[in-house]
């Protein structure tokens, strides 16, 4: 079965600095795709960013970045310039690449951003 | 577009007390799934279905039925609510194409007392 860990219960960053967060995963399967949530305090979960695990280039969204390492099973989330609103729990969560699969998700990582 | 909707937004039961959490959708997608959320442990899946008339179980299913009689609409129904049923609930739906993103509702916060 798949797995995805992520190794961070707790991060914090200086408002304006980056921070990095971690997931990495176990599969079998070749061909994948990768998710980002965050769930602010609203509990909403809401999309950040998403990977395709054929794609060799690291999926971007203004601020935020992946680093994916296919070999090494891993899928990072760096966040640029921290924001007060970047605040949350983050997900990272894995799905194999058939649309009629369920996602797999990691236990969160809490950000805190410090003014 | 109302998304994925949820209803109630928060519910208060007594041990033993049956309910059923509301999910609906107007993005035609074909899957639809429940986890719940419990502090450290992340979203676990509850139950999927993957079209009309198609469900299966998930890592936690005891204790909970699923149905879907129609594309839009996948209840949750609690048969005899337990204290361990305490969580927060959460309906989200994707289409099969494309990387299949899911969309979550807002979440619906349960107590058992």
Request: aromatic share 12%.
């Amino acid at each position: 079965a798949q797995t995805v860990t992520q190794s961070q219960p707790e991060m914090s960053v200086q408002e304006a600095e980056t921070v990095t967060l971690s997931c990495t995963y176990d599969t079998s399967e070749s061909d994948y795709y990768l998710f980002w949530y965050k769930q602010p305090p609203s509990r909403q979960m809401i999309l950040v960013i998403r990977q395709e695990a054929y794609k060799q280039q690291n999926a971007t969204e203004n601020r935020f970045s992946v680093n994916f390492q296919k070999a090494a099973k891993s899928f990072s989330l760096k966040i640029s310039d921290s924001q007060l609103g970047d605040a949350a729990m983050y997900f990272c969560a894995y799905r194999k690449e058939s649309g009629n699969t369920p996602l797999v998700f990691g236990k969160g990582t809490r950000l805190s951003v410090i003014a | 577009n109302a998304g994925v909707t949820q209803t109630p937004k928060f519910q208060v039961l007594k041990t033993g007390q049956s309910m059923t959490l509301q999910c609906a959708q107007d993005m035609n997608h074909e899957y639809m799934s429940w986890y719940r959320q419990d502090p450290g442990m992340g979203l676990r899946l509850i139950h999927y279905s993957v079209g009309a008339g198609i469900t299966d179980q998930g890592e936690v299913p005891n204790g909970y039925n699923v149905s879907r009689s129609t594309t839009e609409d996948f209840p949750l129904r609690l048969l005899s609510a337990a204290p361990s049923q305490t969580s927060v609930y959460f309906c989200a739906s994707s289409s099969f194409q494309g990387m299949g993103t899911q969309y979550f509702g807002p979440g619906t916060r349960l107590l058992v007392l």
